[in-house]
């Protein structure tokens, strides 16, 4: 018998069908210190637990994001692409 997933990706099949982003969320750009909103933009989508979340951008690595969060009393750095914040 085949054993069932259980990944991150699990139950996105309406996570997924929300309307198109436009190219500006791809070419957004933000600085150090900025508050952000994480929220999905594509297929290649942050941990579900983290959306819609808000964090602070503390640098910035090629073209992604470094955000920290906080997850309950746990503080932890995300690599985001632009595409996936809103401020």
Known sequence: MVRKSYGKMRGTRKKMAAKPKTITRYLATF???????????????????????????????????????????????LMLRPEHLKR
């Open 31 to 77: 600085s150090v210190g900025e508050m952000v909103h994480i929220d999905y933009a594509s297929q290649r989508i942050p941990h579900p637990r983290f959306k819609g979340l808000t964090g602070k951008v503390i640098g910035i690595r090629g073209a992604s994001y470094i955000v920290a969060v906080k997850d309950g009393n746990a503080a932890k750095q």
